[in-house]
């Protein structure tokens, strides 16, 4: 079978989509850790490197009947031109106002505002912020309890302190979605399609893939949205 990329950008709840999927019986079931702030995060078999901005990609097969499922943040082109048997699926980001603040309020609280779990994801963002950091030398200035807020504002030569971390949140806040990949995916789902219509995703997957999901897990999206919308 191919591998199956799952596409997205941060906040969309990908890594939590991508875990619940794979325990579908047509797919290979990835390793998965779900945080106590509610993030999710997988381990693939390439190791995450989809979701880095410079994927190092190595040659792998996938599996020879059920779907590798791979989580990847805009890079589904790259697997393209360097695999075998790529199925593609993009949870295109909402272009409800609404629904948008909802993803960005989420890339905040599980990304920016979070400590990576261990000392492995740590390093790993380390590595990935050193690769565009203004100041390659900041990694002396940092300590394993910063979240990626401070990490980031470090990477950029920036001191964070209270004053910048709230600038910098502001810029995030105000973020307007990136056009959407120009990429011709086997199968697109609207951010809204999860949060509003989880048995029409149901179906689709099933139509595209043969993939088929049993239990309820995709209610989670509205499940969120809902409590979000409670609170503002």
Known sequence: MPFLFIDYDQGIGGEFFCANLSKSDQCVELLSTRYNNQRTKVHDIFGQEFLKPNPQITTKNSHDYLYDVVPSHRNTYLARQYLSGVSSIRIANPTDQLLWQFVINQRINKVFLSQEPNSEYF?????????????????????????????????????????????????????????????????????????????????????????NIEDNWLDQYSKDYREYCAKT
């Open 123 to 211: 390093l790993g963002q380390l590595k990935i912020l050193r690769e565009t950091a203004r100041d390659p030398d900041f990694i002396r200035k940092v300590n394993s309890s910063m979240d990626l807020l401070s990490l980031k504002l470090l990477a950029e030569g920036i001191e964070p302190t209270e004053l910048a971390r709230q600038t910098k949140l502001t810029q995030i806040k105000n973020q307007l979605p990136w056009p959407e990949p120009d990429y011709e995916y086997d199968c697109i789902l609207g951010f809204e399609d999860l949060v509003f219509n989880p048995l029409w995703v149901k179906g689709i997957i099933y139509k595209k893939f043969n993939i």
